[in-house]
């Protein structure tokens, strides 16, 4: 059970659905914590219900399974939330999968999968979401850094995340004038349960060393601004939220690093 005395009411009277909060460690379980620590009712979904049950069971909120890539399973989840809580406020949706595949063997399966769960998903997540937030609401749907910054064997993750970030921002145009915000929370690398095995020992080191604050993301930090992105505090929409440490900024070579390219390449080193 989430402890009570430690919310301090940002998101007090309102409803949060939060789609993907199925594993131990995870985004999702992150934000509905947070959420919950703030006053919110919340009503977690995903693909698995016990691991659903368990999260619910532990932190006093709702569940409901629910398979992104079926319109009918998210309308049900909406429908089930408007029924228990009255109102849908916020809407978060951070399921996704993973793919790590050459570009070349890339097959039509997992280009599918990546379609079906991130794009179509986050389509018909917004779909049912704007239909049901009668008073406004916001609604956020995480993504990736690497839908701006390139990296080896992903593009047909990146292209169905930056394909979902740009119909968030066509969202944020249409529903502003009924009161509905929709942004797009970016992470840089987060450690959780879906990189699976990918991560071997030092890597976390090679990434961290392109982040200007010098580590990588934690779902704590991805938590922190999706509270923000929900609460009425926040006056913006159609915007991605990087929570990269600074990693979008693309940097330069630095002037050791010059030289030693330079004394590489020519045997001298540079004055």
Known sequence: ?????????????????????????NMGQAIARRFLDEGARVVVSGRSADGLRAFADANGCLWRACDVRRKTEIQSLADYTIEQCGAIHVGVNCAATGQSTPFEQTTEAEIDEMLGTIYKGAFFFMQVMVAAMREGGSIVNVSSAVADIMFDNHASYQGAKAGMNHVTRAVANEYGAKGIRANILSPGLTITPMLGNFMAPGMVEAFAKEYPLGRITTVDDVASAALFMASDECFMTGQT??????????????????????????????R
């Not at 929570?243 to 001298?268: K, Q, Y």
């Open 1 to 25: 059970m989430t402890d009570s005395t430690q919310k301090s009411g940002r998101l007090a009277g309102k409803v949060a659905v939060v789609l993907g909060a199925t594993r131990p460690g």
């Open 241 to 270: 939220f990087h929570v990269t440490g600074g990693l979008t900024l693309r940097r330069n070579p630095t002037l050791a690093e010059i030289g030693a390219s330079i004394a590489a390449a020519t045997g001298h080193a540079a």
